[in-house]
């Protein structure tokens, strides 16, 4: 006979079974530190331009290649309270800069870490709270400080150049010049005459598997990863009509009966809709369309008189990609198969299929002819490959509108964050109240950053640490790793065209205090029962009672 286990009386005892509370400080922030360092040291060797990728398959069976650490965190099922906090503040960070989403990580986890040690001193919550509030406020006041590069002009392209090295190469090591060539160049002639509103959505990108990374160019246009439908492959001085919908006959939107009382009726009820099909095609031929560009299915007798006309015809899947396609051409997307007026009608300079290692494409070139969409051909060995690729693009192309913010730009390769901790560290020595321990703390936390560098790269981590603090102290502020070489040794950031993009640090330090801050603030964790179906049946044979029944 089942007997019901006491709770405790109290909270507990008025809560609905199967639901946990937690309280205290083991159980509401030290049991879940230990799982939060546990993710920031898996993440850790993702930082930086020499950080290992990670391997993760998702519940669909979906692989993902990357050290993106939002990517990650937003593939993984975390069930941990502070470990999806931690994932919110990346999502956050990537929504808001496209960039330093490692930085936010990483920061966060190694002032959660600090505060424990506080907490386990014996120090209050409330001074260590008060401590990384004002270390993160005086953090902010001397970041413009730490200025060292402004763009003056975004149509430039080497002063681009120099904006986006650093981002894009800290994604696909090696290959930084040349995609940063390729994604400034793509920013600027997307970007408007006024330098206003840029939009990173009219930069396409599209992934063909084969050659290097170095066979990747960029067209004025659009490239479609599809077949053309008809026997028309190539068009010259191309007049285009984009349609929404399914194109042929509509059909009944009700189930329907006909009846034909002879074959005379049933020949000539198919000639009707034949005739009122190639009808609908004369008078979209009569209004000069040559291309045409559908949404949805392209029906057998509709692409026969498509092709007695010389249409050609592409069908495109996406709905992104057929706004984007009307953008770039200048034509009007229809919801029903009707002529276009002459307002309607998009103009490209040539359209053709091709086809790129064994993948079929149609491209539609502008030709040098200005055009509000470009497209990155990129090539690569593997899907990871191109995928890492890819992400370093989407990075380089949010930093570029990210300056259009703020165009400062800091001194990479560690040299801002260790600037930022010596600062903070003279201002926690001479500090009165307890909340010296929490800016101390916070100053240590910001060293972990280039530390990290430092260990991925295969380097001496307390010689390089040494080091380059030393120069620090000196006043040389712009001093940073040398990530290059199996010596420890220091370069200077500036000189080195090292740069990151001062919003994503200062968004990056505001997140990660923010998110640490709000964890410190938790007294209490109450997590209700999941919802859903029965459990499956396992080996237990009590599979469907409650935890706290016992036989």
Same mark, same amino acid.
């Given at each position: 006979?089942?007997?019901?286990?006491?709770?405790?009386? /109290?909270?507990?005892?008025?809560?609905?079974?199967?639901?946990?509370?937690?309280?205290?400080?083991?159980?509401?922030?030290?049991?879940?530190?230990?799982?939060?360092?546990?993710?920031?040291?898996?993440?850790? !060797?993702?930082?930086?331009?020499?950080?290992?990728?990670?391997?993760?398959?998702?519940?669909?069976?979906?692989?993902?290649?990357?050290?993106?650490?939002?990517?990650?965190?937003?593939?993984?099922?975390?069930?941990?309270?502070?470990?999806?906090?931690?994932?919110?503040?990346?999502?956050?960070?990537?929504?808001?800069?496209?960039?330093?989403?490692?930085?936010?990580?990483?920061?966060?986890?190694?002032?959660?870490?600090?505060?424990?040690?506080?907490?386990? !001193?014996?120090?209050?919550?409330?001074?260590?709270?008060?401590?990384?509030?004002?270390?993160?406020?005086?953090?902010?006041?001397?970041?413009?400080?730490?200025?060292?590069?402004?763009?003056?002009?975004?149509?430039?392209?080497?002063?681009?150049?120099?904006?986006?090295?650093?981002?894009?190469?800290?994604?696909?090591?090696?290959?930084?010049?040349?995609?940063?060539?390729?994604?400034?160049?793509?920013?600027?002639?997307?970007?408007?005459?006024?330098?206003?509103?840029?939009?990173?959505?009219?930069?396409?990108?599209?992934?063909?598997?084969?050659?290097?990374?170095?066979?990747?160019?960029?067209?004025?246009?659009?490239?479609?990863?599809?077949?053309?439908?008809?026997?028309?492959?190539?068009?010259?001085?191309?007049?285009?009509?984009?349609?929404?919908?399914?194109?042929?006959?509509?059909?009944?939107?009700?189930?329907?009966?006909?009846?034909?009382?002879?074959?005379?009726?049933?020949?000539?009820?198919?000639?009707?809709?034949?005739?009122?099909?190639?009808?609908?095609?004369?008078?979209?031929?009569?209004?000069?369309?040559?291309?045409?560009? $559908?949404?949805?299915?392209?029906?057998?007798?509709?692409?026969?008189?498509?092709?007695?006309?010389?249409?050609?015809?592409?069908?495109?899947?996406?709905?992104?990609?057929?706004?984007?396609?009307?953008?770039?051409? /200048?034509?009007?997307?229809?919801? !029903?198969? $009707?002529?276009?007026?002459?307002?309607?009608?998009?103009?490209?300079?040539?359209?053709?299929?091709?086809?790129?290692?064994?993948?079929?494409?149609?491209?539609?070139?502008?030709?040098?002819?200005?055009?509000?969409?470009?497209?990155?051909?990129?090539?690569?060995?593997?899907?990871?490959?191109?995928?890492?690729?890819?992400?370093?693009?989407?990075?380089?192309?949010?930093?570029?509108?990210?300056?259009?913010?703020?165009?400062?730009?800091?001194?990479?390769?560690?040299?801002?964050?260790?600037?930022?901790? $010596?600062?903070?560290?003279?201002?926690?020595?001479?500090?009165?109240?307890?909340?010296?321990?929490?800016?101390?703390?916070?100053?240590?936390?910001?060293?972990?950053?280039?530390?990290?560098?430092?260990?991925?790269?295969?380097?001496?981590?307390?010689?390089?640490?040494?080091?380059?603090?030393?120069?620090?102290?000196?006043?040389?502020?712009?001093?940073?790793?040398?990530?290059?070489?199996?010596?420890?040794?220091?370069?200077?950031?500036?000189?080195?065209?090292?740069?990151?993009?001062?919003?994503?640090?200062?968004?990056?330090?505001?997140?990660?205090?923010?998110?640490?801050?709000?964890?410190?603030?938790?007294?209490?964790?109450?997590?209700?029962?999941?919802?859903?179906?029965?459990?499956?049946?396992?080996?237990?044979?009590?599979?469907?009672?409650?935890?706290?029944?016992?036989?």
């Amino acid at each position: 006979m089942a007997t019901h286990v006491p709770v405790a009386p /109290g909270l507990p005892q008025m809560l609905k079974a199967g639901m946990k509370y937690f309280s205290g400080l083991q159980e509401t922030l030290f049991s879940n530190l230990t799982a939060c360092k546990a993710l920031v040291r898996s993440l850790r !060797s993702c930082y930086g331009p020499l950080g290992r990728n990670k391997l993760v398959v998702n519940h669909l069976g979906k692989t993902f290649h990357t050290s993106h650490a939002a990517t990650i965190l937003r593939e993984l099922e975390l069930e941990n309270p502070v470990a999806c906090l931690l994932r919110t503040a990346a999502e956050t960070q990537e929504e808001e800069t496209g960039d330093g989403t490692n930085f936010v990580i990483l920061l966060a986890g190694a002032l959660l870490e600090n505060a424990e040690k506080l907490l386990r !001193s014996g120090l209050p919550v409330v001074h260590i709270r008060a401590g990384y509030e004002m270390a993160c406020k005086e953090a902010l006041r001397l970041l413009p400080g730490l200025t060292c590069h402004v763009l003056k002009n975004p149509r430039d392209m080497d002063e681009v150049l120099l904006a986006l090295q650093t981002t894009v190469g800290s994604k696909v090591f090696g290959h930084q010049k040349f995609l940063s060539r390729l994604v400034a160049k793509a920013c600027i002639l997307v970007l408007p005459a006024d330098c206003t509103a840029f939009n990173p959505d009219l930069i396409r990108t599209c992934k063909i598997p084969g050659g290097s990374v170095t066979d990747s160019c960029l067209l004025e246009g659009m490239v479609l990863c599809t077949e053309a439908e008809g026997i028309v492959r190539r068009v010259e001085r191309a007049r285009i009509a984009v349609y929404g919908c399914p194109f042929g006959p509509s059909g009944l939107e009700a189930k329907g009966t006909v009846l034909f009382n002879s074959a005379a009726e049933l020949k000539n009820f198919s000639k009707g809709e034949e005739g009122l099909m190639e009808r609908h095609i004369q008078a979209i031929a009569k209004t000069g369309i040559n291309v045409l560009v $559908v949404g949805g299915k392209v029906e057998d007798s509709a692409l026969f008189y498509l092709n007695r006309y010389r249409i050609m015809v592409v069908r495109v899947a996406s709905r992104l990609e057929l706004q984007c396609l009307c953008q770039a051409v /200048g034509a009007t997307l229809l919801r !029903s198969v $009707v002529a276009p007026q002459p307002e309607e009608i998009g103009n490209c300079r040539r359209v053709y299929m091709s086809e790129i290692g064994s993948i079929s494409v149609v491209v539609f070139s502008q030709d040098g002819t200005t055009c509000p969409v470009v497209t990155l051909l990129l090539r690569g060995a593997t899907k990871e490959m191109l995928e890492c690729v890819d992400e370093a693009i989407q990075d380089g192309v949010n930093v570029y509108k990210l300056l259009g913010s703020d165009s400062r730009l800091l001194p990479g390769a560690g040299a801002t964050e260790m600037a930022l901790s $010596v600062r903070l560290n003279t201002l926690g020595m001479y500090y009165p109240g307890s909340e010296q321990y929490g800016i101390l703390e916070f100053s240590q936390a910001l060293k972990t950053l280039p530390a990290t560098l430092a260990e991925n790269a295969g380097l001496p981590v307390n010689e390089v640490m040494a080091k380059i603090e030393v120069q620090h102290q000196l006043g040389t502020q712009n001093t940073g790793i040398k990530l290059s070489g199996e010596v420890a040794g220091t370069i200077d950031a500036a000189k080195e065209k090292l740069l990151d993009p001062f919003l994503a640090k200062y968004r990056g330090i505001t997140l990660a205090t923010q998110t640490v801050v709000t964890l410190l603030s938790v007294s209490e964790i109450m997590v209700a029962k999941k919802s859903g179906g029965p459990k499956p049946r396992g080996e237990n044979p009590n599979w469907d009672q409650e935890p706290d029944t016992l036989d």
